[in-house]
């Protein structure tokens, strides 16, 4: 018998985290810390400025726009205006990963491309050293398109990037040029810079090449963004299963697949917080429905491949994906049979970004693990609580201030894949498209809910619960890891992955397994330490 582990009353802890602060920054706290019900989902407080002073994990707006999304595209050359270290300390550390056509296939993402702004530029304009910086980039690869991202000084000194990117398209003529506002300052996170990004691609980009590449069932993959190689995994299924990934957005991606992707017939969504603005907008525009997905984890991928066949209504294909599935299943569960009694009633909090603290805990719960706490970096309500709530989200100066782009129905290529009846029937027989239920109702009652947890949040979390594995980033990992926990990044994978699909579950099912059942944390013990603490760990470890 797996002897009982006994936990701290979840609201105690959310008291003793609240009771360090000062009472209006503990009174705001308390609205983003929360008990989860999954009957009765209680309402989480996100996407709201964090207090100054609190460390927070956030990134920002610039970071959300040019590394997130325009970053893992090869052949873009994605020029930073503004001073060097902007674009240095962006420069590949998400370890997405991209595939190019042959030796000579352009892949620019290797190049860190900045204006290198001085402070010459900051007091009289940069405009000029930006034309002359495309004209450079343009002239040593001759690039099919340029993406120009707008630092923090770029908006305060008013640089409009914008008409330099419309007058040098113009003076060029062969390559696409566009700028994004998304100074650092823009929203309340990332999240912001998303939306920006999501923006410019569909107005500058999507539909600019209506040729149809041919394909029977065809999908374009949004928010996967091929970190540690998710994507080439996902690639490989569908592909086997026989349906046509025309467009990824934007792991292992081309200019050219966004040009071409309204020609598909089902958007599927990895990353809903990221890109869900896209989805909507080529629905609006040439009526393609979306779909959540989930590839991180074996059953998820499995449920995946499923709804896409279903949402096709084609037997053959249905029939097919049961054959890749029969076929995947069984390495996955040898693996699982094998590390399931080592890993089973283990705990696991995860703590990243706006989507994979949610996805992640698919993974843990085919390892036997529990998902104690968890929570987005910079997630909004829908993330947490499901698409319904849209509606009642209060929209605040920060979100008004990222432009909303008025999309219409294209008049000559507006196609609704399926009709309204035919949604409904889906619906009917249990294909839910355009919903997403978010992280609270995956979630066991009494655990606890921690929207842009905090440094010293997730300190006390660590110290009361004593978790078996954390999941976050590189700024909290070695932090975590001296407190004897170890801490897996769930944004770059640290040197793993691929996680996604079936051959990525068996890859996260052994580093896990490896993780938490390494016996070098318990020997960890800081200098400050007393000596009472070491003795009872060594004499734990003896008699284990
Ligand atoms: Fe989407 Fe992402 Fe994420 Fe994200 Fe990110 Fe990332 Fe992330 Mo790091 S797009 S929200 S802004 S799944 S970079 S690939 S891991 S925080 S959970």
Redesign the pocket.
């Given at each position: 018998m797996e002897p009982v582990r006994k936990f701290p009353d979840p609201s105690a802890v959310r008291d003793e985290m609240l009771q360090k602060y000062p009472p209006k920054v503990a009174k705001k706290r308390a609205k983003s810390i929360v008990l989860n019900d999954p009957e009765e989902i209680p309402q989480v407080q996100a996407n709201t400025r964090t207090i100054p002073g609190i460390i927070t994990q956030r990134?920002c707006s610039y970071?959300?726009c040019k590394?997130?999304?325009l970053g893992p595209t090869r052949d873009i050359v994605n020029l930073v205006h503004g001073p060097i270290g902007c674009s240095f300390y962006a420069w590949l550390t998400?370890r997405?990963q991209t595939r190019p056509d042959g030796p000579e296939g352009a892949n620019y993402m290797t190049y860190c491309f900045s204006t290198d702004m001085q402070e010459e530029h900051i007091v009289f304009g940069g405009e000029k050293k930006l034309k002359q910086a495309i004209q450079e980039a343009y002239d040593l690869f001759h690039p099919k398109a340029i993406g120009i991202f707008s630092t923090c000084p770029v908006g305060l000194i008013g640089d409009d990037v914008h008409a330099v990117a419309r007058e040098m398209r113009e003076t060029l003529g062969d390559c696409n040029i566009f700028g994004f506002s998304c100074e650092g300052y823009k929203g309340v996170s990332?999240?912001a810079?998303?939306h920006i990004a999501n923006n410019q691609v569909f107005k500058h980009v999507v539909g600019l090449d209506d040729t149809d590449k041919g394909g029977k069932f065809k999908i374009n993959m949004l928010?996967?963004?091929n970190?540690g190689g998710d994507a080439f995994e996902i690639e490989r299924l569908l592909e086997k299963c026989g349906i046509t990934l025309v467009a990824s957005f934007s792991?292992n991606s081309t200019i050219g697949q966004f040009e071409n992707s309204h020609t598909a017939d089902l958007n599927v969504i990895?990353?809903?917080?990221?890109?869900n603005y896209m989805a909507e907008m080529m629905e609006t525009k040439y009526g393609i429905p979306w779909m959540k997905v989930n590839f991180i984890g074996a059953e998820a991928s499995a449920k995946s491949l499923r709804r896409i066949a279903r949402y096709f209504e084609d037997d053959e294909l249905m029939a097919r994906v049961e054959e890749v599935i029969a076929e995947e299943m069984p390495v996955v569960r040898s693996v699982v049979e094998d590390v399931y009694p080592r890993t089973k009633g283990k705990l696991a909090m995860l703590f990243?970004?706006?989507?994979?603290?949610h996805?992640y805990q698919e993974l843990f719960g085919e390892l036997g693990m529990e998902t104690l706490s968890a929570g987005?970096?910079?997630?909004h309500r829908d993330d947490y609580e499901g698409r319904r709530v849209i509606p009642s989200i209060k929209i605040d100066a920060d979100t008004k201030n990222i432009e909303e782009l008025k999309v219409t129905a294209d008049p000559e290529r507006y196609r609704p894949r399926k009709s309204e009846e035919d949604l409904a029937r889906l619906k009917e027989e249990g294909l839910d498209i355009r919903e997403y239920e978010g992280m609270m109702p995956d979630m066991k009652k009494g655990t606890l809910v921690i929207d842009d947890i905090s440094h010293y949040e997730s300190e006390k979390l660590i110290e009361l619960y004593k978790p078996d594995i954390f999941c976050a980033?590189i700024k909290e990992k070695y932090v975590v890891q001296k407190m004897g926990v170890p801490l897996k990044q769930?944004?770059?994978y640290d040197y793993g992955g691929p996680y996604a699909g079936f051959t990525g579950a068996v890859n996260f099912y052994k580093d896990i397994d490896r993780m938490v059942n390494s016996r070098v944390w318990k020997l960890i013990q800081a200098p400050w330490e007393e000596d009472g603490a070491a003795l009872e760990l060594e004499a734990s470890y003896v008699t284990q």
């Amino acid at each position: 018998m797996e002897p009982v582990r006994k936990f701290p009353d979840p609201s105690a802890v959310r008291d003793e985290m609240l009771q360090k602060y000062p009472p209006k920054v503990a009174k705001k706290r308390a609205k983003s810390i929360v008990l989860n019900d999954p009957e009765e989902i209680p309402q989480v407080q996100a996407n709201t400025r964090t207090i100054p002073g609190i460390i927070t994990q956030r990134g920002c707006s610039y970071a959300g726009c040019k590394g997130v999304v325009l970053g893992p595209t090869r052949d873009i050359v994605n020029l930073v205006h503004g001073p060097i270290g902007c674009s240095f300390y962006a420069w590949l550390t998400r370890r997405n990963q991209t595939r190019p056509d042959g030796p000579e296939g352009a892949n620019y993402m290797t190049y860190c491309f900045s204006t290198d702004m001085q402070e010459e530029h900051i007091v009289f304009g940069g405009e000029k050293k930006l034309k002359q910086a495309i004209q450079e980039a343009y002239d040593l690869f001759h690039p099919k398109a340029i993406g120009i991202f707008s630092t923090c000084p770029v908006g305060l000194i008013g640089d409009d990037v914008h008409a330099v990117a419309r007058e040098m398209r113009e003076t060029l003529g062969d390559c696409n040029i566009f700028g994004f506002s998304c100074e650092g300052y823009k929203g309340v996170s990332q999240s912001a810079g998303h939306h920006i990004a999501n923006n410019q691609v569909f107005k500058h980009v999507v539909g600019l090449d209506d040729t149809d590449k041919g394909g029977k069932f065809k999908i374009n993959m949004l928010g996967e963004y091929n970190i540690g190689g998710d994507a080439f995994e996902i690639e490989r299924l569908l592909e086997k299963c026989g349906i046509t990934l025309v467009a990824s957005f934007s792991g292992n991606s081309t200019i050219g697949q966004f040009e071409n992707s309204h020609t598909a017939d089902l958007n599927v969504i990895m990353c809903h917080r990221s890109i869900n603005y896209m989805a909507e907008m080529m629905e609006t525009k040439y009526g393609i429905p979306w779909m959540k997905v989930n590839f991180i984890g074996a059953e998820a991928s499995a449920k995946s491949l499923r709804r896409i066949a279903r949402y096709f209504e084609d037997d053959e294909l249905m029939a097919r994906v049961e054959e890749v599935i029969a076929e995947e299943m069984p390495v996955v569960r040898s693996v699982v049979e094998d590390v399931y009694p080592r890993t089973k009633g283990k705990l696991a909090m995860l703590f990243v970004g706006g989507s994979r603290a949610h996805h992640y805990q698919e993974l843990f719960g085919e390892l036997g693990m529990e998902t104690l706490s968890a929570g987005y970096e910079f997630g909004h309500r829908d993330d947490y609580e499901g698409r319904r709530v849209i509606p009642s989200i209060k929209i605040d100066a920060d979100t008004k201030n990222i432009e909303e782009l008025k999309v219409t129905a294209d008049p000559e290529r507006y196609r609704p894949r399926k009709s309204e009846e035919d949604l409904a029937r889906l619906k009917e027989e249990g294909l839910d498209i355009r919903e997403y239920e978010g992280m609270m109702p995956d979630m066991k009652k009494g655990t606890l809910v921690i929207d842009d947890i905090s440094h010293y949040e997730s300190e006390k979390l660590i110290e009361l619960y004593k978790p078996d594995i954390f999941c976050a980033g590189i700024k909290e990992k070695y932090v975590v890891q001296k407190m004897g926990v170890p801490l897996k990044q769930l944004h770059s994978y640290d040197y793993g992955g691929p996680y996604a699909g079936f051959t990525g579950a068996v890859n996260f099912y052994k580093d896990i397994d490896r993780m938490v059942n390494s016996r070098v944390w318990k020997l960890i013990q800081a200098p400050w330490e007393e000596d009472g603490a070491a003795l009872e760990l060594e004499a734990s470890y003896v008699t284990q």
